[in-house]
């Protein structure tokens, strides 16, 4: 959005030490004193002091803006009734699978406090698919024409690595051994993601493929949502045909990350719901196919790239698994789909349209 700034002008509140993609002529820098950053006291089971809140609130009305934005609810604070705002809901996961999402009631009732005013005294909504758009007017109640739909991008590392080496590489730092073939799995470790459903699956078509192997890539800590990563852990180790075929990597950075989705036969994502689905995207600008939950937004985002599957049914799960195992050809056509498929997501696009809804908000459009 700097980049393309079209003679807009920006202030940058932040509370921690600016990144260098921060600094850019037409961006103002608001450094805001905060007892805790957003980052470690905006997640399910922790809140921001009033302090902290309101410091925000102050740097903001300290400014002559014409709309304010927050990338993302999570770091939502009320301004003046007189600034127009543009808030960014991801998704309404929270909202539709509540039980699956927070870990204890206390969570989920800061979570529908902060959410509900939010869209209150928004202007305007952006969601990143949609596919969010229908389940945030099914599940939060806004209207259709408040919200626009914008998309996402990836970083510049995620394309295919080739070099067997890199790839061997990146198994061994995951910890996957570096025989058989690679089924993964890239997110949140939680309820609703439905890992559970994709090991009963995985399971399923084990014996018939025995070369496959599946990893799990993401921190399990959960980052206060509610994680099941002890269960699925527990059930991967004691099921006979699971053990030793089943891997959890814990954080992977992104080159490795590249690596590893260009080494995979494929990405699974069986979630019942995903706003946007990066890893998808992730996945097939490295020329990976994506295996999707019809439900959600992941099939909208890779297109004719994957298979999906019904997220409640692990029979189907599997079989789409060994479908791609032993269908060179199906598994040849959809790698050629999936660079192809991925150029149409940019940060570029995502930006443009982004000021395109900040711009009417505003009033300058």
């Keep these: ?60 009305a300290s400014k002559s803006l014409d709309v304010m934005f927050f990338p993302a609810v999570y770091s939502w604070f009320p301004v003046g009734w007189r600034v127009p705002t543009v808030v960014t809901l991801h998704d309404a996961i929270a909202e539709h699978f509540p039980r699956l999402v927070f870990a204890n009631w206390t969570g989920r009732l800061l979570w529908s406090l902060k959410m509900r005013l939010a869209c209150q005294r928004a202007t305007g909504i952006i969601t990143v698919s949609n596919a969010a758009k229908r389940e945030i007017v099914d599940y939060i109640g806004l209207k259709p024409e408040q919200i626009d739909v914008i998309c996402e991008g990836v970083d510049p590392c995620f394309h295919p690595v080739t070099v067997d080496e890199l790839r061997a590489t990146a198994r061994r730092g995951a910890g996957i051994p570096p025989d058989g073939r690679l089924v993964l799995y890239v997110g949140g470790i939680a309820p609703h993601k439905n890992l559970a459903n994709l090991l009963t699956g995985f399971a399923e078509i084990a014996s018939g493929v025995p070369d496959l192997r599946l990893a799990f890539v993401g ?64 996945a097939i600008s490295c020329g990976t196919p994506v295996l999707a939950s019809r439900s959600g937004a992941v099939a909208e985002v890779i297109g004719a790239a994957g298979l999906t599957f019904d997220p ?16 060179p050809t199906t598994l040849s056509t959809l790698r050629l789909r999936a660079v192809e498929r991925a150029r149409d997501y940019t940060w570029s696009k995502a930006a443009e349209l982004t000021l395109r809804s900040l711009e009417r908000c505003a009033g300058t459009s």
Aim: charged share 20%; hydrophobic share 40%; glycine share 6%.
């Design 1 to 60: 959005m700097f980049a393309a700034s079209r003679a807009h002008r920006y202030y940058l509140f932040v509370d921690q030490s600016p990144e260098p993609e921060m600094i850019h002529a037409n961006v103002t820098l608001i450094e805001v004193n905060v007892g805790r950053s957003v980052t470690k006291s905006a997640v399910a089971h922790d809140h921001r002091s009033l302090r902290d809140v309101c410091a925000f609130s102050r740097a903001v």
């Design 219 to 282: 921190d399990p800590g959960g980052e206060g949502f509610y994680s099941n990563y002890q269960d699925l852990l527990a059930r991967a180790e004691s099921h006979a045909v699971l053990r030793g075929r089943v891997h959890f990597t814990g954080f992977v950075a992104d080159d490795d990350l590249a690596a590893l989705y260009s080494d995979a036969l494929a990405l699974v994502l069986p979630s019942f719901s995903e706003g946007f689905g990066l890893p998808a995207l992730e």
């Design 312 to 327: 409640h049914n692990s029979s189907e799960i599997g079989q789409q698994i060994w479908r791609l195992a032993n269908e």
